[in-house]
């Protein structure tokens, strides 16, 4: 486990009196999936962060949106707090129960509610996976294309406006969610968005509540946009003499239009990883991955030529191509392993893995200072990044019990945030804020956090939802 302490700030969990009358009113509703076990809350304590554990004090598994309901009624009434819980792999602390109360684990709402093949979308619950919806929509010439990596939730992808490989061409959740059922802090349950491509009928509330992070509503149904299989694919692995020219490479590529589907960053430190963790042997040089979609073969080898052309400008050579499917499924189970080969390079070590997200104008700039600032560290760190975007994300490999190993990675996090959001940026283009990120929200939003709160304050008031994380209405 992530074991090593962000020494969060914690409040008075519930009282015990509630807490036991939460659990007698929530094993009526829902029988021996309402469970107060310790091996169940131990479980729920944690997602893939470096942040301190904490264990809620119930774990309750609905199936149904009226059951969520249900579950929240009895939260209101007794004032315990919730915490939605998905796949448990995001990674800054949004699924730690800091306060206690009842984790809400939607993973047994997991039915494919429809898919529509002429209008290119479908509805699921919140606990379906990506890979389970890929799965299902086999033969139906359709895929959904929105991949993070780990085999996350629909519903956990939604409420952390998760991205990924993909995003550069095929968007992030926001451009992926046409409609949602969320169950609000009083039990109400709401419906947001419609089938339609298009609306300008009120506020947009479906925007809203992806990327919530569970702070306003917990949302059980979605309702996606579906895109067309590509008729053609190829991908190619291209190492650099510098990761200056590996970025300046991307950011040529995309202000030059082309339709790339992914382009993925590894320095030479994950490169080396990767090579030991996956058995591969690419060269141990900052490398590119890109992948091409087209609806032909020729529009396929026509971005690849264009791409391969501007690589060569800038100190890239030796094009590995991977043409078959099993060839680039190996190529992208390399990446996906990224974090597991990074922790691998140093035994007993754990990952603290971050993220920002720039301009793609200000990416290498970004980078370069960033890897300057690292060569000194005492632990191993990997880049990785979904270049295309501007987004890239650090893994520090730490000894978790080394406390100076912990604050100088905490220091080194802060300058990056902080340089990242100097050149106009994010301090997270996608793993979202949690815990982690919230000291930095007030520089990067200024008066607009203050609207934030008025909207948590409006639609939670007695501040249940996910407390403690992303917005602190109590200040």
């Not at 730690?96 to 939607?106: K, P, R, T, V």
């Not at 992030?172 to 009928?201: F, H, P, Q, Y």
């Not at 301009?359 to 690292?374: F, G, W």
């Not at 987004?391 to 100088?408: T, W």
Request: net charge negative.
């Amino acid at each position: 486990l992530p074991i090593y302490a962000a020494r969060e700030q914690l409040m008075t969990p519930a009282t015990g009196h509630a807490v036991e009358t939460a659990m007698l009113e929530l094993t009526q509703l829902l029988g021996r999936r309402a469970n107060d076990t310790a091996a169940v809350r131990d479980h729920h304590s944690h997602g893939e962060s470096y942040h301190t554990p904490a264990a809620p004090d119930i774990v309750c598994f609905p199936h149904t949106t009226d059951e969520v309901a249900e579950i929240l009624k009895i939260s209101a009434r007794l004032k315990i707090p919730v915490v939605p819980f998905g796949a448990g792999t995001s990674l800054e602390g949004h699924v730690n129960a800091i306060h206690g109360g009842i984790s809400i684990d939607l993973r047994e709402m997991h039915t494919i509610l429809r898919v529509s093949v002429d209008d290119l979308d479908a509805t699921v619950q919140a606990g379906v996976t990506r890979l389970q919806l890929n799965k299902a929509l086999n033969n139906t010439g359709l895929t959904f294309p929105v991949d993070p990596g780990a085999d996350a939730t629909i519903g956990g992808m939604t409420a952390t406006r998760a991205s990924g490989t993909t995003a550069v061409r095929y968007g992030t959740m926001r451009e992926n969610v046409l409609g949602l059922t969320v169950v609000l802090a009083d039990g109400r349950i709401i419906r947001t968005g419609t089938r339609a491509r298009k609306s300008s009928a009120g506020y947009d509330l479906t925007r809203l509540f992806v990327g919530s992070e569970g702070t306003l509503g917990v949302i059980t149904e979605i309702t996606l946009r579906l895109h067309p299989l590509p008729e053609a694919v190829s991908a190619a692995v291209c190492p650099f003499d510098t990761i200056k020219g590996a970025v300046e490479t991307v950011i040529a590529t995309i202000q030059l239009g082309v339709p790339v589907a992914r382009i993925e960053l590894l320095d030479e430190t994950q490169v080396d990883a990767v090579n030991r963790y996956s058995k591969t042997s690419y060269p141990v040089a900052p490398t590119l991955f890109f992948e091409f979609h087209s609806d032909s073969e020729r529009h396929v080898a026509e971005q690849a030529a264009a791409v391969q052309a501007i690589a060569a400008e800038h100190g890239g050579h030796s094009f590995e191509w991977a043409t078959h499917l099993e060839d680039r499924e190996r190529l992208w189970q390399a990446r996906h392993h990224a974090m597991y080969a990074a922790v691998a390079l140093r035994p007993g070590a754990r990952p603290w893995t971050t993220d920002v997200c720039v301009p793609i104008s200000r990416l290498a700039e970004c980078v370069v200072d960033t890897k300057k600032d690292n060569q000194d560290a005492p632990f191993p760190i990997c880049l990785v990044g979904h270049a295309g975007d501007g987004n890239f994300h650090l893994i520090y490999v730490l000894d978790p019990d080394s406390p100076a190993e912990i604050e100088e990675a905490r220091r080194l996090n802060e300058r990056m945030i902080l340089r990242a959001l100097a050149m106009g940026g994010t301090c997270s283009g996608e793993h979202g804020v949690g815990i982690g990120k919230m000291k930095y929200l007030e520089i990067e939003h200024g008066a607009g956090l203050e609207v934030m709160r008025t909207i948590k304050r409006a639609l939670d008031p007695d501040n249940r939802m996910n407390t403690g994380k992303m917005i602190d209405i109590c200040e």
